[in-house]
């Protein structure tokens, strides 16, 4: 047999090696044990080079075959941007309200400028709104490697001062928010401090959602809508020498706000000049007494109660007495009224009698339905809760029943007419636009039929009562006038007042609920010595209606056509068969 | 047997040599196109951010404010009014194009011939097929 291995017959043997003829393998001992170690240890050996090369290649199947990681690489180079900063807020168009844009800071490393004053001089130059002397005395300090030149630069400017190539400036990019439209739609963006947290309005309420950045938001606004509305309160304020002054429009179908301005305002790009008047939101946070607004619920809750109807009627003839108070009417007929005369001539006696013959279960239940007991809910924090009597008794509800003894705020009252004059149906007020088409459920607060009575009750204001300055050619206004006695500390001060209209058009089938307050207004020489609300609220929301119809796309109507005619008039009982609406 | 090796020898050499060869020009390309995709991406970084300034730029200028000091400034157009709104209905007739106005049809079935282009009428057109 053919031994396992010979020396001799290895062909790669050097041809001078003659190895010693070996010996049979030692049967025992430690020459045996040696080759027996080597030869496990070369197994071992063996195997580890195999699994190591085993796993190198399931490593690059998997790298190559398995797994894609072809694009992967792709994004790598896109920075983080800006993009995932704060978002953008939008107007129901797309406007930018609010914005965030990098812009780059500019500082300087004295120790690396030459020629302080050359460079001084160049900067200035460039940069305006900075001081030569105060930029020459920074850049010669040669103390200092760090001086802040001027935060916040337009690309403009920093194409100016690279242009200069002055050594030793540099930039730094910083987040800035900004708010292209300013004052304007000041109270419902708000603002967003430096670090970019909300402060106020929107960008307090809808933080969370504007730091995700998840897409812009679109708010519920019109800006042109905001632009008119904020001219013409601004005009009353100013003709009345007012304190101030609210306004406000929304759409009575979806509870959408599409304008809202308080005044004064303020710039929220200059927040430094900014006090806490001006930045109170007189729509939202501020309660008040509404006065005879609040006539609109008062009728609407005793016609809806089957207390009374159109053809029902209240003795005001006489002053009424509860206690020690008195209730006066401002316009006084001193006569029996009917249900339409007590709400067009707004009759204070009248309406305390409407409410005591409801009850007051009947009327805070009612007012309650229509959301004005709790704080509203909207997509800001300036939200004011309403103040009413913990205790409601018969005096109460008396005063209620025109607008004094509880106060609410605008923001509720939009809310409430829009519900009063929309066929009876309760929408949430929001600042965020509804997708095109789209109707949000509501709550029933009354039925069609009050709905429709009030809507008639509503236009005969403007027809023959407190209300003819609201008219507007054309276009159906209907509303409530409303003259608030405000209280100072002890009582209520005749002078101060709050002169209110609230008007839905158009009103055969309101789309839009307006509001004008305007805050402590004094007789001017063109108002007959009034300041009330048909004198003061009502012109300014004639003339915002007649601007926004054309813009909204509302066709103008004839006011006598008889179909227009029947949807509007109300039959009076005063004088059987006598209409209202005819002229 | 020593030629059989030296031929796969240099077969394998020559494969090294193509595929090296290749692995550069894969490995220079992918370099290139990752710089021409910095680039891009560099570039649309710099567009996104000129966006931004450009719509808080153009939200600016479109201030209604500042549109309506423009429109006064240079313009003679005011707000439309009512007046200068209305309906179809609202437009009359030209004398004598009352053919087409529903009252006017039953009651003057005959109407005076109206002119058409080509120097044809209405009342003459149907004398014409006759013939």
């Known amino acids: 047999m053919k031994p396992d291995f010979d020396p001799r017959e290895n062909p790669c043997r050097p041809r001078h090696f003659k190895p010693a003829p070996c010996g049979p393998l030692p049967a025992e001992g430690p020459a045996k044990q040696t080759l027996e170690t080597s030869r496990t240890r070369l197994v071992l050996l063996g195997a580890l080079f195999c699994l190591a090369f085993a796993a190198i290649g399931l490593r690059l199947v998997d790298v190559t075959v398995l797994k894609d990681q072809g694009p992967r690489f792709a994004r790598a180079h896109l920075r983080p941007h800006l993009d995932h900063a704060r978002a953008d807020i939008l107007d129901r168009n797309g406007v930018k309200l609010a914005t965030t844009l990098e812009t780059p800071s500019l500082f300087a490393n004295p120790k690396l400028v030459q020629g302080a004053a050359e460079a001084a001089a160049k900067l200035a130059a460039v940069l305006p709104g900075l001081d030569r002397q105060d930029l020459e005395a920074a850049l010669s300090n040669k103390e200092r490697s760090f001086v802040w030149i001027k935060r916040n630069l337009t690309p403009e400017q920093q194409f100016g001062v690279n242009r200069l190539g002055i050594p030793g400036l540099f930039f730094q990019t910083e987040q800035r928010r900004l708010y292209p439209q300013g004052s304007l739609t000041a109270h419902v963006v708000g603002f967003a401090d430096v670090d970019n947290n909300g402060l106020q309005g929107v960008e307090r309420g809808l933080d969370d959602e504007l730091k995700t950045g998840d897409g812009p938001v679109t708010l519920s606004i019109d800006l042109r809508l905001q632009y008119i509305l904020k001219e013409e309160v601004t005009r009353q304020i100013e003709s009345f020498s007012a304190k101030g002054g609210m306004g406000m429009i929304a759409d009575v179908e979806t509870g959408e706000i599409l304008a809202m301005v308080s005044l004064p305002d303020f710039d929220p790009n200059d927040r430094a000049a900014v006090d806490s008047d001006a930045t109170f939101n007189r729509a939202t946070l501020g309660t008040y007494e509404m006065g005879s607004v609040f006539k609109i619920f008062n009728t609407a809750m005793a016609l809806d109660s089957h207390v009374t109807t159109l053809n029902g009627g209240y003795d005001a003839s006489h002053p009424l007495q509860v206690g020690r108070f008195t209730i006066h009417d401002d316009h006084a007929k001193n006569r029996w009224l009917s249900v339409p005369e007590i709400f067009i001539y707004s009759s204070n006696i009248g309406s305390a009698r409407m409410a005591v013959d409801a009850g007051i279960d009947r009327q805070r239940d009612f007012l309650g339905r229509l959301g004005l007991l709790r704080a509203p809910s909207l997509e800001l924090p300036e939200i004011g809760e309403p103040h009413y009597p913990r205790d409601w008794r018969l005096v109460n509800t008396m005063t209620i029943a025109f607008g004094h003894g509880m106060s609410v705020s605008p923001l509720q009252m939009v809310t409430g007419v829009s519900a009063v004059v929309n066929g009876g149906i309760l929408h949430r007020a929001t600042l965020l636009r509804h997708p095109d088409g789209y109707r949000p459920e509501g709550v029933r607060v009354m039925s069609e039929q009050t709905s429709d009575d009030m809507r008639r009750l509503l236009r005969l204001v403007v027809e023959k009562g407190t209300g003819k300055f609201a008219a507007a050619p054309g276009y159906l206004v209907g509303g409530k006038t409303g003259t608030a006695e405000k209280v100072d500390g002890k009582g209520y001060a005749h002078k101060e007042l709050l002169s209110s209209f609230v008007a839905a058009f158009p009103m055969n089938q309101p789309r839009y609920v307006i509001m004008v307050s305007i805050d402590e207004p004094h007789p001017n020489g063109h108002s007959a010595g009034e300041a009330t609300g048909g004198w003061v609220a009502a012109p300014a929301v004639s003339r915002i209606v007649q601007r926004m119809a054309p813009i909204e796309g509302i066709p103008p109507v004839d006011e006598d056509s008889p179909e227009i005619r029947r949807s509007l008039v109300v039959q009076s009982a005063e004088t059987p068969g006598r209409k209202f609406a005819a002229n | ?131």
């Open chain 2, 1 to 131: 047997m020593n030629g059989t090796l030296r031929l796969s020898t240099v077969l394998w050499l020559a494969v090294i040599a193509v595929v090296g060869y290749g692995m550069f020009q894969v490995k220079y390309r992918v370099m290139q196109l990752e710089d021409q995709l910095g680039r891009v991406n560099r570039s649309i970084d710099a567009d996104r951010d000129a966006l931004r300034v450009l719509g808080a730029e153009w939200s600016y200028l479109n201030q209604p404010q500042r549109l309506d000091q423009l429109r006064q400034r240079y313009l003679t157009l005011v707000p439309v009014q009512r007046a200068q709104l209305g309906t179809l209905d609202q437009i009359p007739f030209r004398p004598g194009e009352q053919g087409i106005a529903p009252e006017a049809k039953p009651s003057r079935p005959q109407a005076s011939p109206v002119a058409l282009p080509g120097g044809a009428s209405l009342a003459s057109a149907p004398s014409g097929g006759t013939r």
